[in-house]
């Protein structure tokens, strides 16, 4: 179990660094939101790991609550993207 969790966390942050190049990178507003969305939720799922290997509650409950707050920030930059078309 704790290989399979290090190895998740290990492929996370690879995800993480790739999108943080590719937001160097990115030429339109779009791109950046949704690859920085990418990073976000790679964070969430690497605390979200951690938090199993190290069996604490307190961390699960964080990382939830970043998922929650994380697809709220995901909804309101699609709507300032989109200038609150539907």
């Known amino acids: ?3 399979i969790v290090w190895t ?3 492929i996370l942050l690879l995800a ?3 999108g ?3 937001v160097m990178t990115a030429r339109d507003d779009a791109s950046v939101a949704a690859v920085s969305d990418l990073v976000y939720f790679c964070a969430v799922g690497t605390f979200l790991m951690i938090g199993m290997a190290s069996e604490s509650i307190v961390l699960l409950d964080v990382a939830s609550l970043a998922a929650l ?3 709220l ?3 309101s930059l699609a709507r300032i993207l989109t ?3 539907r």
């Open 16 to 18: 993480a660094v790739l």
């Open 83 to 85: 200038r609150g078309r």
């Open 73 to 75: 920030a995901t909804v």
């Open 20 to 22: 943080l190049a590719r």
């Open 1 to 3: 179990m704790t290989l």
């Open 8 to 10: 998740t966390v290990a």
């Open 69 to 71: 707050i994380g697809i």
